[in-house]
């Protein structure tokens, strides 16, 4: 047992606990940081085990509105970047506030226990440390769903976690089953590569073209003034009536909600497949039989191959679940990162939000920061905190009235998010973030690698 009683634990060196690890280290307190893989990176990492990535995958949320505060993307890069570039970003970040030293690579961590007023951490090598508080922040893509079927299925039954690559769909009949954004680009890529390409959907999706007028989408919606839900979706959707007609009419089901009730379908590939017949909708799958995939409207196809993009189970399993009050398979984290029910036990990346994370990441470790700091240095700030903890329920729904479903328990909307944020930081007297205020953290990192080398 080794004794760390002024110190952090960050678990992970993903997007999140880098952004975390940036936070501490400009207001000085001390951590320790671990990472089960050899790098930086997290998912964006092809050589990562278990990452869910895929070589066609790109960004979803566009250049200019994404990306680390205060860090901006390579105004090289093009408007939705792809992930050797994500990836070649995210090992910047890290060099450029000098990340790496306090991060052991290959070391998992195994176990969190509660340890009196601080926290056991046992890693895999089978030492435990204990710290004054640990932030999880090893994302929610790790786990994968894959649902049941009645039948015998003689093809292939893969998860898309395992997918890597368009070839590995040549010469065979692909189906996909799942239309997320995953579940889109993956398609698409069967329809370049497969015999034949299905995708099977249970709802309808609203598809939004990844640019609008000829403007990436999202920085389209930041351009301009913020309106009102009753302002916004008719507008929005009159626009996307315009410009993609109804697509009912290639086989996608019409959606059984209003648009932004749940999280928008970001792709322009896949409307372009479908016109041109590479990719034929099927609704849900009833079941196997034999060679064949059987629909519920009665047809089938003879199918080699069928991918699930189903999603994931969010799971922290280095932690025991009591530590988190889980709720429909999310836990239930004040302003998406703090525990109700342990103090300095905390989560950052475990949200879905209809915008880029990245910088949302930075202003909830920051939040995190600030409150670590405040118990050593405020106190009294930390306490006031503490209250808000225990008692407020913030409304992260921006308005709208998300889908029912175990995915939208933890979902939010960036803006209302955004907006939540500055109101706490504002009650407890924390400041926010302001351009080059990480700029000591580069400075410190830049002496350090000069004394390196």
């Known amino acids: ?80 970047p792809d992930n050797r570039r994500i990836l070649a970003y995210t090992k910047a970040f890290a060099d450029a506030y000098g990340l790496r030293g306090t991060i052991r690579f290959g070391t998992a961590v195994t176990r969190v226990e509660r340890d009196g007023d601080a926290w056991a951490v046992e890693l895999d090598d089978g030492t435990t440390h204990t710290y004054r508080a640990v932030v999880c922040a ?143 909708v099927k609704p849900d ?15 089938s196809e003879r199918i080699d191959l069928v991918l699930y993009a189903t999603g994931y189970d969010w799971a922290i399993p280095y932690v025991p679940e009591r530590y988190f009050a889980w709720r429909d398979g999310r836990p239930e984290l004040y302003l998406t990162a703090f525990s109700r029910a342990h103090r300095n036990l905390f989560g950052v990346g475990y949200l879905e939000v209809n915008s880029s994370a990245y910088t949302l990441f930075d202003h909830i470790s920051d939040l995190v920061a600030r409150y670590l700091h405040d118990q050593r240095h405020a106190p009294g700030r930390a306490a006031a905190f503490d209250g808000l903890i225990a008692r407020h329920v913030p409304d992260l729904s921006g308005g709208t009235r998300f889908v029912p479903s175990a995915r939208h328990t933890a979902y939010a909307d960036a803006h209302a998010l955004r907006h939540c944020l500055t109101r706490v930081r504002e009650r407890v007297g924390w400041p926010g973030l302001e351009p080059g205020m990480f700029d000591g953290v580069r400075a410190a990192a830049a002496r350090d690698t000069e004394v390196r080398s």
């Open 1 to 80: 047992m080794t004794e760390a009683p002024d110190r952090v634990c960050v678990v992970g060196a993903g997007p999140a606990g880098l952004s975390t690890a940036r936070a501490l280290k400009r207001l000085g307190i001390a951590y320790d940081q671990y990472e089960r893989h050899t790098d930086v990176g997290g998912i964006w990492d092809l050589d990562n085990p278990g990452t869910p990535m895929y070589e066609s995958a790109h960004f979803i949320s566009s250049r200019r509105v994404s990306g680390f505060f205060d860090f901006p993307m390579p105004g090289t890069y093009p408007d939705y």
């Open 285 to 299: 799958v009833a079941g196997f039989d034999g060679a064949r995939v059987v629909f519920t409207d009665g047809t």
């Open 138 to 280: 090893t994302g929610v893509t790790w786990h994968p769903r894959v649902p049941r079927h009645p039948g015998t299925f003689t093809g292939a039954i893969r998860h898309a976690r395992t997918y890597r690559r368009l070839e590995e769909f040549r010469g065979r009949r692909v189906l996909i089953v799942g239309l997320g954004n995953s579940g889109a680009d993956i398609a698409c890529d069967a329809a370049v590569a497969a015999d034949a390409a299905f995708v099977s959907v249970r709802r309808g999706y609203h598809v939004i073209p990844k640019h609008v007028l000829g403007v990436p989408a999202d920085e389209f919606d930041h351009r301009g003034p913020r309106l009102p839900l009753c302002l916004t979706r008719p507008l929005m959707s009159a626009l996307l009536r315009v410009v993609q007609g109804d697509l009912t009419r290639y086989g996608l089901p019409r959606p059984d909600h209003k648009l932004f009730e749940s999280h928008p379908l970001l792709n322009s590939r896949l409307v372009h497949h479908l016109q041109h017949g590479d990719v034929t």
